[in-house]
């Protein structure tokens, strides 16, 4: 007889859980522990969004939408990425609410891949990226963002592993984990190699909002590109709503109605009064993202100067809302750093290896925390610091 | 300079403690800078005073505040400033607003009980030559106050220590 264990298919059976996952487990034993490991905003929904969810609720809009979503979520969508971005879609045709943008990826991954093609993506990355490309029978090809570039791609990164099976490339500014961003000038040269190029572009720009410094800059503003991008992007990051399960994708329609097949097949719609909170959000909730963005504005600051006063690089995030120093200086791997740092002064930080092999010898700090809380962190880690170092002075 | 300052004062509305190093560190600028620009707000007026918001309720502190809707005469070449005047000087009185609307004045003061509140009423208030009328309202119950709800129950971090 087989075990149950053995109906799983081959390649979920080969596929590691990540490495966040791996190291949660190891965290969530240990009593007291300070966390600079989370993915999500520390405000709670701006209330106005909360309260007109409360408000469709009452009235009883509980009921399956339209599988694209509301026309009017889906107006408001449109609206906000014209006056937003300058980036003009039909809400008829071109977008599609997504039960958060981890959706959109999954369903825009299946909606392209034909069993081995290859798709490129940038790492350090997200960590659901490749699973969805190998669950969706493509190759992942890894292009590495190099700290000496900022963690921005070059032309010739991207020349470099492209092949004729090329299909489509994912790439995700602001950078989880890094915090990076590429400005409009970067973008023109990746724009230039892919130009007379057959490959579809996948933008995951949920940290738009969410820059310092400098405004957002999307591949698809570029001229020639959004007939062949996808923008995926979502309500969590920018408006605090990790859990309300919102996100949506814009491109072209043929693309985006592939995409809407398999998302009527295996979902339906996003949830419905996520998707009337999300209007609200996107006519009335610029305030509250901007006041949260300086927030996190400030908290980055405090993070950068903390870890370079304790003598570690730290390169400028400008995006995002998490600093990714580099531990090198240390002698340790990533994962022995957190592991270590973990026992010793109780401080959750995320092993950079988690986010692909480059992100090795570096760690992923979130500041979506208190500044009383990044201070006490930054506090453990100097101290962490000075006692790894000092075998070294004797 | 527009922006350091809007920022420098959105900081320290919310929190007066913050020091000149937290704001430089904060802002991205040099501590000189936020020095010199706390500086010169003070001495332009912008920055009238430093405030502690106290939730009263909570102590044995036993005072009463009212809201007094008052409707004046304006004075020729003064208008509505030299009544404001004559009310807000009174220690009782802790704010003084002009208003469109059905009334004029809305003076808020405080006063250890009911009878002190209306002594200055009856006494000091109504009878002054201008004031055509008063209707005072007692506050009973303060929920919000500078922008801060005063008893926000503490919840605690729920997320998961580590996501992606």
């Known amino acids: 007889m087989r075990s149950a264990g053995d109906f799983v298919a081959d390649n979920i059976q080969s596929m590691p859980f990540s490495g966040i996952r791996k190291f949660f487990d190891v965290a969530k034993e240990i009593e007291g522990v300070i966390s600079l490991g989370v993915g999500e905003p520390d405000f709670p929904t701006p209330w106005r969004i909360r309260e007109e969810a409360i408000y469709q609720l009452e009235q009883g809009n509980t009921i399956y939408t339209s599988n694209a979503g509301l026309i009017e979520l889906r107006q408001a969508i449109s609206a906000y990425m014209r006056d937003r971005f300058a980036m003009r879609y039909s809400p008829l045709s071109e977008i599609i609410a997504t039960v958060g943008a981890s959706e959109g990826i999954d369903i825009a991954m299946r909606a392209l891949i034909n069993p081995g093609d290859e798709i490129l993506l940038v790492e350090p990355c997200f960590v659901s990226y490749k699973p969805c490309i190998v669950m969706a029978g493509g190759v992942p090809i890894v292009i590495s963002a190099k700290a000496e570039n900022d963690f921005r791609i070059t032309p010739e990164d991207l020349e470099g592993k492209i092949t004729e099976r090329t299909k489509a490339i994912l790439m995700a500014y602001p950078s989880n984990p890094t915090g990076a961003i590429m400005g409009r000038s970067d973008l023109e040269k990746i724009a230039e190699v892919l130009r007379n190029k057959d490959i579809v572009v996948l933008s995951d720009e949920i940290y738009a909002e969410l820059t310092y410094g400098a405004s957002h800059a999307s591949i698809a503003q570029i001229p020639g590109m959004a007939g062949k991008t996808v923008v995926l992007s979502g309500f969590s990051k920018a408006y605090s709503m990790t859990g309300w399960r919102l996100g949506y994708a814009c491109g072209p329609e043929d693309i985006i109605t592939a995409m809407l097949k398999i998302h009527q097949y295996i979902l339906m719609c996003a949830p419905t009064v996520s998707q009337y909170a999300g209007i609200e959000a996107l006519k009335n909730g610029a305030k509250d993202v901007e006041s949260m963005r300086k927030d996190y504005d400030g908290r980055r600051r405090i993070m950068v100067n903390g870890f370079r006063q304790m003598g570690l690089d730290c390169f400028e995030p400008k995006g995002a809302f998490y600093v990714f120093p580099c531990i090198k200086s240390t002698g340790l791997s990533s994962e022995e750093f957190c592991i270590k740092l973990l026992h010793e002064e109780k401080v959750a930080v995320v092993p950079g290896s988690a986010f692909g092999e480059c992100g090795e010898g570096f760690i992923r700090c979130s500041y979506a925390y208190s500044v009383d809380a990044l201070k006490e962190a930054l506090g453990r880690i100097s101290r962490f610091l000075e006692k790894l170092r000092l075998p070294l002075v004797k | ?164």
């Open chain 2, 1 to 164: 300079m527009a922006n350091l300052r809007e920022d420098l004062l959105a900081l320290i509305e919310r929190n007066s403690r913050l020091t000149p190093e937290d704001l430089a560190e904060r802002l991205g600028v040099s501590m000189e800078e936020v020095a010199a620009e706390l500086g010169l707000m003070v001495d332009e007026q912008i920055i009238c005073g430093y405030h502690t918001l106290i939730n009263w309720d909570k102590t044995s502190k036993e005072f009463v505040t009212a809201l007094i809707e008052v409707k004046v005469t304006p004075q020729h070449g003064m208008g509505f400033d030299k009544i404001a005047q004559r009310i807000y000087l009174f220690d009782e009185v802790k704010a003084v607003y002009l208003m469109s609307g059905g009334f004029d004045l809305t003076v808020v003061i405080e006063g250890d009980n009911i009878k002190e509140v209306a002594y200055f009423i009856s006494n000091k208030l109504a009878p002054m030559e201008s004031v055509l009328s008063t209707a005072t309202h007692f506050v009973l119950k303060k929920y919000k106050d500078h922008g801060i709800v005063l008893e926000l129950p503490k919840k605690p971090d729920e997320r998961m220590i580590i996501s992606p």
